[in-house]
């Protein structure tokens, strides 16, 4: 399973996305996701939280945030801004894989720019499609990985149907149907 990287690799790390931020704004993306007052979402692989803090605006206090990453750095980096900024709507979880969150408990999933990193993403695809609630949406993006990659791994799993496909963010809608795995 994916480990956590060293403290020097994450802060590199959050350096580049800064300025990756600079060409691909934060706001762009979780346009796609259509975030509403109230909802509960899930920040898969989190990192520092540049979609996190936005996204607990955009869910108001009624709203949750659950920002899930593998780095405890990020976490606390994270759990320390939301304390400093008054958001009690922004919850941390760390992990390799499993959310420990309740099934169907999440509106949104924000799987942003780290499908590419995963040494097994089809155990977090299952993962994520378990916690979306029925009507759930799954918004996806990944700039590493080529738009055939991207709509080839996603559809091969039949967990997500593709509801749009943006110029940066794919929107996929929970599929109601699971293939049933052979063998």
């Not at 956590?4 to 691909?24: E, Q, S």
């Not at 898969?44 to 949750?64: D, E, H, S």
């Not at 949104?108 to 759930?136: A, T, W």
Request: aromatic fraction near 8%; glycine fraction near 8%.
């Amino acid at each position: 399973m994916d480990k956590p990287k060293p403290d020097i690799v994450f802060h590199l790390m959050c350096f580049m996305m800064k300025l990756r931020d600079i060409v691909i704004t934060p706001k762009s993306l979780l346009d796609a996701a259509d975030i509403r007052t109230g909802q509960s979402v899930l920040d898969y692989g989190c990192g520092p939280g540049m979609y996190t803090f936005m996204a607990a605006r955009l869910v108001g206090p009624c709203g949750m945030i659950h920002a899930l990453d593998i780095q405890p750095l990020a976490l606390r980096k994270i759990a320390k801004q939301a304390l400093r900024q008054g958001m009690n709507n922004v919850w941390t979880i760390q992990s390799n894989c499993a959310t420990g969150l309740d099934t169907a408990s999440i509106d949104r999933v924000l799987l942003y720019d780290n499908y590419h990193m995963f040494s097994d993403p089809g155990s977090i695809m299952v993962e994520l499609h378990r916690v979306l609630k029925p009507d759930g949406i799954l918004s996806f993006s990944d700039h590493h990985l080529k738009e055939s990659v991207i709509l080839e791994k996603v559809a091969h799993t039949g967990l997500f149907k593709l509801m749009n496909k943006g110029r940066l963010v794919y929107t996929y809608a929970k599929a109601s149907h699971v293939p049933i795995s052979e063998g």
